[in-house]
């Protein structure tokens, strides 16, 4: 069983529309939890990270984390075609060794 | 503030060639950290650097893969002889201090093995 699951998508959605992304997870040890977003041909870059369970919001992202479901999810509001991309979860148990998702790739339709 | 930078962007090699890569992380950054990341899947830890100390490589394959990182600053990843399941980009990352959570990441270098 890996680590990290994540479905691959790809999901393409319209513009203006609310997306939810999702990752699951089996090492009851992870305690940090971060979305990256990953445009074509350039690196990772970190969009959200949480500590533990609960909640963070930053402008049209949520991310949510449910340690007791083993469930991490990335709601974006308000889609834009800029939102394109592919997005990746990543999580730790030390906040040393990073396990990462395969990426949901995401198309915003204008 | 200047980013991660790595070069070659690609490099194109036949099977059994050998390859390396260049990475300069963030000034002030102690911490390295290069990554797999094959078509499809997501970044693979190859080895973690604290200053110029290996802190995990437990995941590169040793027996054609070597990384240093001279000084505490730039690093090097070589692969020799390059097999074709190495076509992959081959991400670096730099944080500030080891534990922290946010790795600022390159853009890659994409190897196409052939």
């Known amino acids: 069983q890996k680590e990290v699951e994540q479905d691959p998508g790809p999901l393409s959605v319209p513009e203006g529309a609310i997306v939810s992304l999702n990752c699951t997870y089996s090492n009851s040890a992870f305690q940090y939890f971060m979305w990256y977003r990953q445009y074509s041909r350039k690196g990772p870059e970190l969009l959200m990270y949480?500590?533990?369970?609960g909640n963070k919001e930053d402008g049209r992202f949520t991310a949510q984390v449910d340690k007791s479901s083993k469930y991490i999810s990335l709601f974006i509001r308000d889609s834009q075609p800029s939102d394109s991309a592919t997005y990746l979860c990543a999580m730790s148990a030390s906040g040393n060794q990073f396990y990462f998702g395969t990426g949901t790739s995401l198309t915003v339709i204008p | 503030e200047a980013g991660v930078a790595q070069s070659p962007r690609y490099k194109i090699i036949e099977k059994r060639q050998s390859v390396a890569f260049w990475c300069n992380p963030i000034?002030?950054?102690?911490?390295l950290y290069w990554y797999q990341q094959i078509l499809g899947q997501g970044p693979k830890l190859l080895i973690q650097f604290q200053n110029n100390g290996v802190v995990d490589d437990s995941q590169l394959p040793k027996d054609r893969f070597s990384a240093e990182r001279l000084k505490g600053v730039d690093s090097t990843l070589k692969i020799q002889p390059a097999k074709l399941e190495d076509s992959a980009v081959y991400l670096c990352a730099s944080s500030l201090i080891q534990g922290q959570n946010i790795q600022y990441f390159g853009a890659g270098t994409r190897l196409s093995v052939l």
């Open positions: 949480t500590y533990s369970s």
């Open positions: 000034s002030g950054h102690a911490t």
